[in-house]
């Protein structure tokens, strides 16, 4: 496919697979947009991908900060290309250890919400530009892993959300792709994931 002069929003884009994603997408012409907590980290990232990169700091459990970020994205660039849903919390806790169980909200929030808070305003302008929705999912969507209970149930939940909006939005012009990625270094992801008492494990 031919990025150039595409738009492009990426969440979880300060760091890992968002980050990369943002530079190679770049790298390729076009016009990065990139959404996260961290404004230092954003900060950081724009200066990696130079050009017209857009930053927005938010969080994908906020409803209200989606829905400004894909505003923001089609008031600069005039249109919206590609949605990269990439932002993801995972856990590392044997269920019957679990303290917190606030720990189960906070990985819906993140992992299916935040899909759902972020595809919701994006779907007219994708649309009107033929688009595409790329939700970067898990194996774990598919088969169970020890230790990753709440993780699983949230990529499940963004399994079934995806394989309905196939069937809503046959027709439409919208592409939707679920990428099923493997361990992957780097990310932080197992720095960042939610331990019994539902904070972060750290390193």
Request: proline residues 3%; contains cysteine; charged residues 20%.
């Amino acid at each position: 496919m031919n990025f150039a002069g595409k738009s492009i929003a990426i969440t979880g884009a300060s760091s890992g697979l968002g980050l990369h994603l943002a530079r190679e997408f770049a790298a390729k012409g076009a016009h990065v947009a990139l959404m996260a907590r961290d404004r230092d980290r954003l900060d950081k990232a724009s200066a990696e991908c130079g050009g017209s990169t857009l930053i927005f700091p938010g969080d994908v459990t906020r409803p209200e900060d989606c829905k400004k970020f894909i505003g923001t994205v089609i008031d600069k660039f005039g249109s919206l290309d590609h949605l990269i849903a990439n932002a993801g919390q995972s856990m590392w806790a044997r269920f019957e250890d679990v303290e917190d169980l606030a720990l189960y909200r906070r990985l819906l929030e993140v992992n299916y919400l935040g899909v759902v808070y972020c595809v919701h305003p994006a779907l007219a302008e994708l649309k009107r530009s033929c688009g595409q929705v790329v939700v970067i999912s898990s194996i774990q969507a598919k088969v169970g892993v020890p230790f990753h209970s709440g993780y699983g149930a949230s990529k499940h939940a963004l399994e079934g959300f995806i394989d309905t909006l196939r069937y809503e939005l046959n027709g439409s012009g919208i592409n939707l792709l679920k990428v099923y990625p493997h361990w992957i270094r780097g990310t932080e992801l197992r720095k960042h994931a939610l331990g019994p008492d539902a904070n972060p494990i750290g390193d």
